[in-house]
């Protein structure tokens, strides 16, 4: 383990503690410190990653480095929100988007594939749907390799691009070599028949697909239109009400099976109850 994993490892650590979607109150979170144990898992996890990844999984990806913290719970509520839809429904296909930039999509993807990956019975296939801007295989921490547009782009079977996740139960196809026409690519045929294969061939596999932002980028309303269900994040403060509304008209009401208000921190003030009521993760 070189100077510069060390490094990060460290930055790692702290980060993770004063990472905001940690989602303990002030007053858990007391002086700042964690607890011993969870600081132990959690170096020892990031000492196990070094030898089979490239980097550290980020700090973001919180269910996999604190699955006890509250965030966890949260992404653990809208895993079961899925399954138990998926009984009646058959949600097989989740897509992850927002209406625009930076509001928290891969960082969603990511904790909810590893929450899936991290339950009793499904396996987990997490797809980089964002061809312009792809992050799932640096969030992950995952060597580069081939990926989606690869797979549309050559008469390849899927197999052939699939790579192991952070997990046993997790498969990433990561976004693939940068293309000139992103929207042609995934609005086509190829791409539609790639989500009913994975869907019919891996029966036993949850698809989480993360998506470009819904009011920018064309193809993700076609996908949305292709998945089971939506999930939309919604960046807490951050996130502007037009634009949210714009994205949730051209999605449809019915197609959102849950909203991530991600960046929401729980306040133990006298306010704590309208903020409950109004601003949690709402399905
Ligand atoms: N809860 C949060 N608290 C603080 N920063 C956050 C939070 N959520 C996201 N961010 C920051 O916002 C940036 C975008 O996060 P992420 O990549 O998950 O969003 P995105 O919607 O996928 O972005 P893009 O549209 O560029 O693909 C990151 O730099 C991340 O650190
Ligand atoms: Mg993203």
């Not at 996999?64 to 097989?92: C, D, W």
């Not at 498969?171 to 293309?179: C, E, P, Y």
């Not at 239109?225 to 951050?238: E, K, P, T």
Request: proline share 4%.
């Amino acid at each position: 383990m070189g100077k510069l994993y060390k490094a990060l490892e460290k930055a790692n650590i702290s980060a993770l503690r004063d990472w905001p979607l940690d989602g303990r109150t002030r007053e858990e979170k007391g002086n700042g410190q964690r607890g011993p144990d969870v600081v132990r898992a959690s170096r020892q996890r990031v000492k196990e990653d070094a030898e089979r990844l490239e980097k550290p999984v980020d700090f973001r990806v919180v269910v996999y480095h604190n699955p006890e913290s509250l965030a966890a719970e949260h992404f653990k509520v809208l895993r079961g929100t899925i399954m138990h839809r998926s009984k009646g429904q058959v949600i097989k296909s989740i897509l992850v988007t927002s209406a625009l930039e930076q509001e928290g999509k891969t960082m969603v993807s990511c904790n909810l594939a590893v929450s899936i990956a991290q339950s009793i019975d499904p396996y987990v296939l997490l797809i980089d749907g964002d061809v312009r801007r792809p992050s799932v295989q640096k969030m992950l921490g995952l060597r580069k390799s081939r990926g989606l547009t690869d797979y549309l782009m050559s008469g390849n079977p899927l197999s052939d691009y699939l790579m192991k996740g952070i997990l046993d139960k997790m498969t990433v196809l990561q976004a693939g070599s940068r293309v000139r026409n992103p929207a042609e690519l995934m609005t086509s045929e190829r791409m539609q028949h790639l989500i009913e294969e994975a869907r019919d061939r891996y029966a036993d596999r949850l698809i989480v697909i993360d998506s470009p932002p819904v009011n920018l980028a064309a193809e993700s309303l076609v996908l949305a239109g292709q998945a089971d269900a939506v999930v939309m994040v919604v960046r807490y403060g951050v996130s502007d009400k037009n634009a949210v509304d714009e994205a949730v008209k051209k999605l449809g009401k019915d197609k959102i099976l849950g909203v991530v208000f991600n960046g929401f921190e729980i306040t133990p003030r006298k306010y704590t109850y309208y903020k409950k009521k109004y601003y949690k993760v709402a399905y």
